[in-house]
C-alpha cells in the first residue's frame, strides 16, 4: 500500500533535467489551474501534460497513482455537486480537474526526480542539513516500512487476526496489535540509526561538500524558456472569455 | 498404524506480485504426522516464502498445497492457522500487548475462547515456557531468549497439530538455543508435527534426524540428516558449511565404521569408544 511512493530509478530526457527546472514547472501548472474554473481549460491544461510524462516514460505510474486516488476524485466530485445542489455540474467537473492537475503537476517532479537531488536543492534553499536529511531518509525507507509492515501483518493473520471482519470500529481496533509493533520497531531503528551515523563522524564537519554539483546545462535553460513560454501563453488563454463552460 | 499426512505439497510454484523471477519452482513433499523436520538452505533459497503456504498467508500460483486434508486454496488464514502454528522470525515482528499474559491470550481471543478458560491455557503453557514469573510484566521488557520463548508460547497456546519456527536459533545464545531445543523435544514427543526453518547447521545436526534441503526454489535433497548434511555436494549446492561432527567422521572414515546418528555427540563418543576398546584397531594406525 506504501508502494505508490516508492521512487524507482529511471533514465529520460525528463529525469536528467535539473531538479530546479522540475521544481519551477510544477509550481507554474499548479498556479495555471488556479487562475480559472473553466474546464475546458483545466482539461487542456491536464492535456499538455501528458506528453511530458510520455517522454518520461512515467505515465503508467502516472495512471497507478491516480487509480489510488479515486477514491479522493470521486468524493471531490460528489461533495461538490452536491453542495451546489446539482445546478452547476461543470464547475464540479472543474474543481475535480483542479485537483487532478495539481497531483499530475507534482507527480511530474516527484516521479523523475531522485530523492537525493531535491535534497540537493534544499541545501541550495538554505533548509539545514539535519532537515534534509531526514526528508531523503523518510523517502528511503518506506520500501523498507512497507516490508516490515507485511511480515507484522502476516505475523498476526497467523494467530487468528482477521482484519477484514467486524464494522468499521472493530476493524480500527484490529489495526491496533499491527501499529504497535511497528511503531516500537521503527523508533528502536531510528535510535540505531543515528547511534551508527554518529560512529561514523556524522555531524563532525560543519561546512559540507557534496560529491554533484548541480549545473545548469544548455538543455536546462531551453527547458526553461519552454516552461515560462508556454506558462504565460496559457495564463493569458486561461484569463480570456472563450471557454464555453 | 500408518501415520497420516499433515502436510502436502504438490508441483508448488510461486512468484510474489510484480517479480519475474519463480520463488519456489515445482516443490513436492509430504510431511507426516509427527514428524521433526529441519529445511536448510542459503538465504533466499525460498524456505520461509514455502512455510508460508502451510498456513495459507500465501497462495500456489500453480500446484497445491493441503494441510490435515485442507486445501490452503480453499480456507483462510485464520481457519488453517488453527492447524498451523507458525512462530516469525523476529519476535519484534508481534510482539504488541502491555503484558506476557495478554500476548499468550491474543490467539484465544482472536478464536473467540471464553476469557476464563483462555487465560487458565495461557497460563499453563506460560509455566511450560519458563514464563509463569513475567505474567503481569510487559513483554517488551524481556530477553531476546524470554521474548522468543513467548512467541512460542503464544502459538502454542491453541494447541496446533503443526508448529512452524523459522529462524528460530538466530541471535540465541547456547543456553538459549539448548532451551529452545528442549522446547522442541519434547512438543515433539506428544506427537505434534514440529519444522524448523533454519540455516544453522550445528542446531540441526546437533537435534534434529530428518532435513531436507533447498536451494534455489527447489528441494534439492531430503533425508536423513547423518547422510545429507554430510554429502559435499549437496552440501556446496546448498551453500551450507558441513557440521564438524560430519567433516570429523569424514576424515576418520576409512579407519571407523560410525553407526547411528553420529552427529549427536553421545553418538559419536559411543562409536569411537568401541573402535578404541578393540586393540586390534589402535594396532592398525
Given at each position: 500500500m506504501l508502494r505508490g511512493f516508492e521512487y524507482l530509478r529511471g533514465d529520460s530526457p525528463i529525469h536528467r533535467l535539473d531538479p530546479r527546472v522540475k521544481i519551477l514547472y510544477s509550481l507554474a501548472y499548479s498556479v495555471l489551474c488556479f487562475i480559472s474554473l473553466k474546464a475546458t481549460f483545466l482539461a487542456l491544461l491536464l492535456v499538455v501534460n501528458i506528453p511530458i510524462l510520455v517522454i518520461g516514460k512515467v505515465l503508467k505510474r502516472w495512471l497507478n497513482m491516480m487509480k489510488a486516488a479515486i477514491p479522493f476524485i470521486a468524493l471531490i466530485f460528489l461533495f461538490n455537486v452536491l453542495f451546489q445542489r446539482f445546478s452547476n455540474i461543470w464547475g464540479a467537473v472543474a474543481y475535480t480537474l483542479r485537483f487532478i492537475i495539481f497531483m499530475t503537476a507534482f507527480a511530474v517532479l516527484f516521479l523523475t526526480t531522485t530523492p537525493e537531488d531535491l535534497a540537493l536543492v534544499m541545501v541550495k534553499l538554505k533548509i539545514p542539513y539535519e532537515y534534509t536529511l531526514a526528508f531523503t531518509m523518510a523517502i528511503r525507507f518506506v520500501p523498507t516500512l512497507s516490508r516490515e509492515l507485511q511480515i507484522i501483518i502476516d505475523a498476526q493473520r497467523s494467530r487468528g487476526?482477521?482484519?477484514?471482519?467486524?464494522?468499521i470500529l472493530e476493524r480500527i481496533r484490529k489495526y491496533m496489535p499491527i501499529l504497535i509493533p511497528l511503531i516500537v520497531h521503527e523508533i528502536r531503528r531510528s535510535y540505531t540509526l543515528a547511534e551508527a551515523m554518529e560512529s561514523r563522524?556524522?555531524?563532525?564537519?560543519k561546512n559540507r561538500t557534496y560529491y554533484y554539483e548541480m549545473k545548469f546545462t544548455k538543455k536546462d535553460v531551453v527547458a526553461l524558456l519552454c516552461i515560462m513560454v508556454s506558462a504565460v501563453f496559457l495564463g493569458i488563454l486561461g484569463k480570456t472569455l472563450l471557454w464555453p463552460f | 498404524m500408518p501415520r497420516r499426512d499433515v502436510i502436502e505439497v504438490r508441483d508448488l510454484w510461486y512468484k510474489y506480485p510484480?517479480?519475474?523471477?519463480?520463488?519456489?519452482?515445482?516443490i513436492n513433499l509430504t510431511i507426516k504426522e509427527g514428524d521433526l523436520i529441519a529445511i536448510m538452505g542459503e538465504n533466499g533459497a525460498g524456505k520461509t516464502t514455502l512455510v508460508k503456504h502451510f498456513n495459507g498467508i500465501l497462495k500456489p500460483d500453480k500446484g497445491y498445497v493441503k494441510v490435515c486434508g485442507l486445501d490452503t486454496r480453499e480456507h483462510t488464514v485464520a481457519e488453517l492457522a488453527k492447524y498451523v502454528g507458525l512462530v516469525f522470525q523476529n519476535p519484534d515482528h508481534q510482539i504488541f500487548a502491555s503484558t506476557v499474559l495478554e500476548e499468550t491470550m491474543f490467539a484465544l481471543k482472536n478464536f473467540g475462547w471464553d476469557p476464563e478458560r483462555a487465560k487458565r491455557r495461557a497460563k499453563e503453557v506460560l509455566k511450560e515456557m519458563g514464563l509463569l514469573d513475567y505474567?503481569?510484566?510487559?513483554?517488551?521488557?524481556?530477553s531476546g531468549g524470554e521474548k522468543k520463548r513467548l512467541t512460542i508460547a503464544s502459538v502454542l497456546v491453541y494447541d496446533p497439530e503443526i508448529l512452524v519456527l523459522d529462524e528460530?536459533?538466530?541471535?540465541?545464545d547456547y543456553g538459549q538455543k539448548r532451551r529452545l531445543a528442549e522446547i522442541i523435544e519434547r512438543i515433539n514427543s506428544l506427537g505434534k508435527t514440529v519444522i524448523v526453518v533454519t540455516h544453522d547447521i550445528e542446531f540441526v545436526a546437533e537435534y534434529i534426524e530428518h532435513v531436507i534441503v533447498m536451494s534455489r526454489g527447489t528441494i534439492i535433497a531430503e533425508g536423513e540428516a547423518t547422510k545429507v548434511l554430510c554429502d559435499d555436494n549437496i552440501m556446496k549446492r546448498a551453500r551450507l558449511l558441513p557440521p564438524q561432527l560430519g567433516m570429523v567422521v569424514k576424515n576418520l572414515e576409512d579407519y571407523i565404521d560410525f553407526k547411528g546418528n553420529f552427529l549427536r555427540l553421545p553418538v559419536f563418543v559411543e562409536n569411537l569408544r568401541r573402535w578404541l576398546e578393540n586393540d586390534e584397531n589402535v594396532k592398525g594406525i
Open positions: 487476526l482477521e482484519l477484514e471482519k467486524g464494522n563522524g556524522f555531524g563532525y564537519t | 510484480e517479480a519475474k523471477e519463480w520463488v519456489l519452482k515445482g505474567i503481569n510484566t510487559s513483554p517488551f521488557s524481556l528460530p536459533t538466530v541471535g540465541q
